[in-house]
């Protein structure tokens, strides 16, 4: 499950994956007092995204998190206009190419991405905040907040 490989893919790189499994549970996580980073979103042609969470991401709002969206099937340009998404990327997940995708949503210089190999092998640096999560930690030297 998509839900289940995101999990173990953020906690493998130092980061807090908080995730749901509906749009109500999203919309509400959204609201709360956590900034999110990034959105992931396992997206089907059948699904109907609700009004007030396109509107979240409709907005042009510079500090509204990233929606990565995943697919079961390829979607015309039509249908990726119609989502409110920053990227979309095709199932199954493979983590080089979700990597990638952080790259061109956040950029290269994004100084958590630069180095997640050593943020594996060495002591956990900044990373994004993710609904799937933000970093927990309890060292006074790292930090807790958007990259």
Known sequence: MLYDR???IFTEYHSY????TSFNLAEKALEGTQ??????LEYDTSMIIPGSFRKIFNAQNPTR???LAYTHEQISMEEKLQLPCDLVLMLPLIT???FNGL???FG????SLQSAEDTVQRRPKRF?????????SNKPDDCKGTA
């Open 35 to 40: 900034n999110y980073d990034l959105v992931i």
């Open 17 to 20: 994956y908080e995730g749901v």
């Open 96 to 98: 080089s190419v979700l």
């Open 6 to 8: 995101l999990g173990m």
């Open 128 to 136: 994004t905040n993710c609904l799937g999560g933000g970093r927990q």
């Open 103 to 105: 790259l061109q949503l």
């Open 65 to 67: 998190p990233k929606l």
């Open 108 to 111: 290269a210089n994004t100084p």
